[in-house]
């Protein structure tokens, strides 16, 4: 295991953190879109909790392979919204169902084209596609994961709890993307500041129910709770090497891991 992924054993799955989020936001380069990608195995499946951008396919690819595993073999897809940055590589399952909620695709669908962070053309596909499994709040959409509304972020974002037997899992997507969202209350990038506030207040709910359980945010380390307070399980690694000089093999790095 590298310092770009984590892994868990719970309630029958192996979850690893195919990639760790980042809390960033570009300068001068529009998105940044460094998501969180959670690989899950056990009870005959092989599913992710998104999917990430056109940047993250080669990791999801070498993920899979250090398995024994190619993307033919994922069963499920859960995304948590729609937005690029968590769902346009639904398309590299070739045999996977595609669990997203059934208002959050129909509002996708009607965005206008060309102004928003929803890939018009990967969700009006998902929509008409056979692979396509519409959920709801409320519902067991594997065995131990259910789904729970979190709007805010976009209409129809939702979170998904893994129902542990040491301890719970809560992939929050951007429902809460970093520390700093869950301390503060207070959402970027949101549809509606004040859904988003109750819906991170309903996290904090889930994330006090029951000692031990992790947060796995949508763009940042995984946390738990000591004394009240979230702890980062791991150190953070991200960079950026650059070519500022005459050959390729000439590289500059950044390294974007703040203690």
Partial sequence: MTRSQQVFAEAGYEIEL?????????????????????????????????TGSFGQRQVIIDRLAAHGLTPADVTDVLLTHSHWDHSVNWVMFPKARIHIDGGELAWSITEPWGTTPVPELY??????????????????????????????????????LLDGTKRDIIFTG???????ELLSR???MTYDPAVSRASIEAIWTLWRKRPGTVLVPGHDV?????????????????GVAAWFGETLDQLTLFDLAAE
Avoid: Q
């Fill in 222 to 238: 995984p946390m738990m709770l000591e004394n009240g307070a979230p702890v980062y399980l791991a150190p953070r690694a991200a």
């Fill in 174 to 180: 951007d429902a809460a993307k970093n520390r700093t």
């Fill in 18 to 50: 195919a990639v760790v989020g980042y809390p960033g936001k570009s300068v001068c380069h529009g998105g940044l879109g460094w998501s969180t990608i959670a690989l899950l195995r056990g009870h005959g499946k092989v599913a992710l909790v998104d």
């Fill in 123 to 160: 969700v009006r596909e998902l929509d008409r596609s056979p692979a396509v499994v519409r959920i709801e709040a409320g519902r067991e959409v594997l065995p131990g994961i259910t789904v729970h509304a979190a709007p805010g972020h976009t209409p129809g974002h939702v979170i998904f």
């Fill in 186 to 188: 207070a959402a970027d």
